[in-house]
């Protein structure tokens, strides 16, 4: 139980009411609130409360069309981080950001200003964008192919990472007597000029507490995983089970080698959805209570946008119609959901309100119905035996499956010596042991002349 | 002194460690604070005791090639204003965001966020950037012509409020029973194309607390100035004499009635740069120390810079060369400025060093060091005489001359009942006075058919 021992990272996984799709039905939780920052405070604060390295915004550009059904995304992410970086005081930030409808230049500025804010408490979910909703509120135009958004997604981590490093740390002179406020030496314009982007630089913000603030992905397919094993630091993946688990992690690390990189360096972290009850039954009731509460035309609706067939013509309680089904590699949006649903689906001989039922909790992640034993000893299964780093915590409904969890379940982990017992750093880079990039060790490589700061 | 008597209206613009160019080598600020966001929480906390309508921050994407001798510009204001949010309760808080290099989709998202997390609180100030070191961040070629510029701000304000109107003010229906968690047939997609921009939506956000936030601009030339006589509710300017700003005012104000709209709907607001001393001469003393910390090599830079000629080889002790200058007509950015500039130095025959020192407190604002009572006087006698609804304080060092004007300006104005002394309303646009758009007077317009909501 020594603090050096290898321990567990905690995310949070906000989605207004919770992870269970008819969550905002259950009578504890307050949909009222999808726009209210009191709501989201009195979250972070409970997260903080249970010591976990940081919370998580996922974030889409667009109103999904089966908005009758479902909550909102809630608040954007850049407001609302910076909003709860002010009311908080340890727990990591991390918000998602596309590369493909953004400009890297107001990225990486607004990251650098809340790793500003924060006190170097920030993280980056970079993401390619899936779906047509949020593509038609930019262009005329459908999402482009999958290896494009990743081919402008590589460029774009590499803009921001740049001028991230456009400042040396140590630029900001402040000499009032000489009148020198900034070292001209050492600003270093990026002059990129790329396929998708021309950045000239620098930044107008100096360089992040972080370094750089800490790079997650969630990548599934083949190229997503590529992407995730080059820049990323902390992964956010669906696993069902725990030899999936285990697959994927020994996957994705053993591809971390050819970019010069160690196992140590990236995170990973399974989403975990846990319905938490003082007995096994009475989770099991509340489980059946919330799946009870689901919509099953809803349900069609979302697995015929997944499969790209309209499934609303089939039987409810007959298979999938495998023979009309297209295959995973003919899928541009969401390819590692894709194959998740089907291979779950085909595994345990679901029918299609099966497969609604089982992806109501959390849409296809891990999710466990038990005590607080019983969850802390999945965890720890999951993190003994190489499936994880930690987890992506979804609780299936919110604020209840939080206080829940922070307060019954992290106990149980810290007895175990598997989790933190207070914070012993101040950045989100500290919680998760990753090192500062040092300006010397990363931004060398970027740096150019500076003759145009006088 | 009744409370329907109109007053003023006071607006705080933000600016690192104050207006004064030099004011970061002044003894009093603190300019190795400009990324820390407790600096600007006492501000804003500061102005908000003092019961200002708002604060403003201004924005650029770039850093000055002058960054050596001048403050940066800070914090992001997404992200700042957000922080700022939740550490205030009334004042009003007004960002920037270009219209040049945005998308109306993440704009329109981002003020509304902002405005429900403040309560109803925020503005925008629209702006079309100016100069190329914004420019080169995001394309490979300088900033688009004036025209252009201006032609694509009023396609993107007219998507970004189409935006805000694509959910009536009730969509939100949180039905729990019923499992209808938005009506439908109460959002409504924009379905904008145009030569700009193809927008779908809906926004992914309920509409703002305020409808819209306020709309503010600040352009001074002839397509500046139509283009805030349409859309703008606040307007910045910068007008030296009294009888310029009289000018500004009237003919801003005349410019409405084409548009439908009311003088009052707009408040003018010139930019006020207050030295304040207890005594004439202590105010004086102030501002012949911040004079002399001033960098005559930047403040020729800078005069280059603005009047696209390399000023260096002319006498700093002579004229502006006034033969050698372009036009103004010929000026891509910042026409209003050179015009104002050129102005000054002929009608007060100025050396090119008078026209630094003449420049610095406030870049071409109108500057007056004085008591508080001269500063009351003057500030009266713009308001009561046509040139101004309120003012845009441009304090020329910070913290001290934000302190100064809170305590001893402000209770100046409230004897004379030209100022509030409390907060009656709750909203930026209490504040202003200002009508909250309805949905069924501005959404109707915008809104089509719902079709692709189920
Ligand atoms: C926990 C988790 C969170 C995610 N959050 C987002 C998000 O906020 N926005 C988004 O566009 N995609 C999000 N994704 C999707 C992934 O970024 C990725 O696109 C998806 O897993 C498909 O993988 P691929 O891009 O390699 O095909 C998320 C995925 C996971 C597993
Ligand atoms: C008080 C004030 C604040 C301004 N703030 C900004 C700003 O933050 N960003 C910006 O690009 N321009 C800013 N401007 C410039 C104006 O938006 C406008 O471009 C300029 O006054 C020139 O007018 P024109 O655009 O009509 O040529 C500001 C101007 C004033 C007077």
Known sequence: MSSTERQLHLNLFILNTGHHEASWRHRDTLPRQAADVHYYKRLAQTAERGLLDSLFLS??????PTIRYKVLQGLEPFTLLSALAVATERIGLIGTASTTYNEPFHIARKFASLDHISGGRTGW???TSTGNTTAFNFRDEGLPRHEERYERADEFVEVVRG????????ALAVDKAAGIYVHPDRLHPLNHKGKFFAVRGPLNIPRPPQGHPLLVQAGASDTGKEFAAKVAEAVFTAQNTLEDGRLFYADLKSRM???G????????????????????????????ELHGLTQAEYGVYRLSNLFKIDLSVYPLDGPLPYDALPETAEINSQKGRHQLYLDMARREGLTIRDLIMRTASSRGHYAIAGTPLQIADEME???RTGAADGFNLMPPYLPGGLDDFVDKVVPELQNRGLFRTEYTGLTLRDHYGLARPSW???????????????
Chains 1, 2 share one sequence.
């Open 381 to 383: 299964r999951w993190f």
């Open 261 to 288: 990189r160690q196992a140590d360096q990236l995170k990973v972290l399974p989403g975990f959805c846990a319905i938490i009850g003082d007995t096994e039954a009475e989770a099991r009731e509340r489980e059946a």
């Open 125 to 127: 979910n970079i993401v």
């Open 440 to 454: 010397r060790e990363y931004g060398r490589e970027h740096a150019s002349a500076s003759r145009s700061f006088t």
């Open 257 to 259: 080698r050819k970019y």
């Open 59 to 64: 974030d889409a550009y667009g109103l999904p």
């Open 163 to 170: 001028l991230w490093d456009s400042w040396e740390d140590d």
